[in-house]
């Protein structure tokens, strides 16, 4: 049926009409299309780019060097040595174990690293490379290079490793650097990206672990470009790191290997502060160990045998060893009494060779007593009695107070690890530690250095520092950090009479310069570096009365770990200090034969600068001190040590 054309025009106009509405739709789309491509191509071109290049470019962190330890002369402590290692990529090599049967042939491969980096490989990517072997030598390292068409995926490398020249000398100060372990990363909060680096290496313990932040540096970077499966192509560039700061310490390095020389292999302990700045220069603990065992990781027997070790080689005895003072603590029982009124120079004790307290017996060490004793002959002779008797009037309330400003009870903010508090007690401290009050007896115990007080080797060298200025001296570890002085703590003036202290200081010079002096057998002569001087013998063990009817055991009749601790501390020259030292031999019997001669010579070594004349020493002892010098020279680094200017 035909359409009228009414019927033809009207249908026309409707095909016109969507034709109009689909065209315009098209092109809304065509148009919005076209903005949105404008959008991304134009307007947002940087930001997509940046989502391109990061997924073939990768940045990687450059560990910094870390900075380098030296003593007070710029002679150098721990540096950073090249450290040569070859790696394997698995993917490279083919036959992995082909190449590494021929590797063998040109480097001793140790079993355990090989099985350790075969495991490795099964569970790391083909392409990541794996170490086979671990600071070999330069010579190892040729070898490997000059054949290396022979050895495909082999890469010899050189990084940057920590090693200690002196070996043990400064071991418990300086401490040591190992790997970085999960314990680490679990102790820090937001550790750093460097951390987590393969065999970054980090402080463990000492002045590595407490200056890590100063010492680490800041990491530098490099872009790499990578391909689909994360394997490196090519370097694009590098932004070096910021090496860490250098530290210059107080310690005298030469006067330190003496000392740890000295000591041997006896468990023992000196310290030494500069009298006029607070400065140590010397904080030895013996035995030794060697710290560059720990920085790879120490074997299993190395660290067997370091642990089983009854003499402790790695405890830092000089600030964390604790000790019962012994009568080097007379002096601060004396100095109570002196400052309250109690006694004066002229007053006597008489000294039977015991005193009844609370039906107690308190010996002294005298056992016939000796007799009648003012404060000079008591510090000269170390009487017991005479200082039962001024505790007994005086009180422990003001025998601690003079303790605690002499600087016993207080930890020293040092950059070491486990730094001593020590033990300086009081009334109040019984009544809260141990839930018991405080008997009379405690206090004739703490007069001379027994009962519940304790001190480190450092806490008894800054007493005698204060001791022999007057001055609150503190002691000082670091004394630059690239080569910025770090100031110390400016002492005030103790809060003691100086006439009381030149009593004391008097007494101290008897015993080691008066016939009848305890340490009169280490004295020195030479009248310019007169020393003044306190012996000190602590016991481990309870004497019973049964022992005492009988006859004390002598010392060395015991065995080692049941005898007597013996210690010395003193200051020289007498007339203008310039050190003072402590001492402390474990289980060394009377301070007067073991320590007191150690503490003799490390002064005498301190005062001149190195190996003193034997005119210094007693004629009947210069044969044997020159022997022993002899022998003590050749254990001694010297000028082979690295030095560097520290201008």
């Not at 680490?184 to 200056?211: N, T, Y």
């Not at 401290?429 to 703490?446: F, H, L, M, P, Y």
Request: glycine share 10%.
């Amino acid at each position: 049926m035909r359409k009228s054309p009414a019927e033809i025009g009207e249908s026309h106009v409707r095909l016109s009409r969507r034709a109009l509405l689909l065209g315009g739709a098209q092109l809304a789309f065509v148009g919005g299309l076209g903005l949105r491509m404008r959008y991304l191509q134009v307007e947002q071109a940087d930001q997509f780019r940046l989502l391109a290049e990061e997924n073939r470019i990768n940045i990687r962190l450059i560990p910094p060097a870390r900075g380098e330890l030296f003593d007070r002369n710029g002679i150098v402590l721990a540096r950073n040595e090249p450290s040569y290692r070859i790696t394997i990529v698995r993917e490279d090599a083919g036959d992995v174990d082909a190449v590494i049967g021929r590797l063998a042939t040109l480097v001793e491969l140790d079993p355990d690293d090989l099985d350790r980096a075969m495991t490795e490989m099964r569970r790391s990517p083909p392409f990541l490379p794996v170490t086979l072997a671990d600071r070999i030598s330069w010579e190892e390292m040729s070898r490997v290079a000059v054949n290396a068409p022979a050895l495909p995926g082999i890469t010899p490398e050189v990084g940057l490793s920590r090693y200690y020249p002196l070996r043990g000398d400064l071991a418990h100060v300086v401490g040591y650097v190992g790997p970085v372990s999960d314990y680490d990363l679990s102790k820090i909060e937001d550790p750093d990206p460097l951390l987590r680096i393969p065999r970054f290496q980090i402080g463990k313990v000492g002045l590595e672990a407490k200056l890590e932040d100063n010492l680490r540096g800041k990491a530098g970077s490099k872009r790499v470009e990578v391909n689909a499966v994360g394997r490196v192509m090519r370097e694009l560039d590098r932004r070096e790191g910021q090496p860490g700061d250098d530290v210059q310490l107080t310690i005298d390095q030469q006067l330190q290997s003496y000392t740890q020389a000295r000591l041997g292999e006896e468990s023992a302990s000196v310290v030494v502060v500069d009298c006029r700045s607070g400065d140590l220069l010397t904080v030895a603990s013996s035995p030794t160990f060697d710290p560059n065992l720990f920085v790879e990781g120490i074997s299993v027997a190395d660290y067997r045998a370091l642990t089983e070790n009854d003499h402790r080689p790695l405890a830092a005895k000089s600030v964390q060893g604790t000790y019962p003072p012994g009568s080097t603590f007379k002096m601060i029982t004396a100095l109570a009494a002196l400052q309250e009124g109690i006694v004066n120079t002229e007053d006597t004790v008489w000294c039977p060779g015991h005193l009844e307290v609370s039906n107690r017996r308190f010996h002294c060490w005298k056992r016939a007593g000796h007799g009648h004793v003012d404060l000079g002959q008591a510090l000269r002779e170390s009487c017991d009695v005479y200082f039962y008797e001024l505790a007994l009037e005086v009180g422990i309330d003001k025998i601690a107070a003079i303790a605690e400003q002499l600087g016993l009870g207080v930890r020293y903010d040092l950059p070491m690890s486990g730094v001593a508090r020590g033990l300086n007690p009081t009334r109040g401290w019984k009544e809260t530690v141990r839930g018991e009050s405080w008997v009379i007896g405690d206090t004739v115990n703490a007069s001379i250095g027994q009962g519940f007080v304790l001190a480190s080797p450092l806490q008894l060298a800054v007493m005698t520092a204060r001791l022999a200025t007057g001055m609150n001296i503190s002691p000082r570890l670091v004394k630059s950090l690239n080569g910025i002085e770090q100031p110390g703590v400016t002492p005030d003036k103790l809060d003691i009479n100086e006439n009381h202290l030149r009593q004391i200081r008097r007494g101290m010079y008897a015993v080691s310069n008066h016939r009848r002096g305890t340490a009169y057998g280490s004295r020195i002569i030479e009248d310019n570096y007169r020393l003044a001087g306190k012996t000190g013998t602590s016991q481990v063990r309870n004497i019973t009365a049964a022992e005492r009817a009988r006859g004390v055991t002598r010392n060395e009749d015991l065995p080692w770990e049941r005898r007597d601790h013996a210690l010395f501390v003193n200051f020289a020259p007498y007339e203008n200090p310039e050190v003072a030292v402590a001492v402390v031999v474990e289980h060394g019997g009377g301070g007067s034969k073991a320590a007191a001669p150690i503490a003799r010579d490390v002064t005498l070594q301190a005062l001149y600068g190195g190996t003193p004349p034997l005119a210094a020493y007693p004629s009947k002892d210069r044969g044997r001190i020159r022997t022993q010098q002899e022998a003590l020279e050749k254990l001694v680094p010297g000028r082979e040590i690295t030095r560097r200017d520290r201008a």
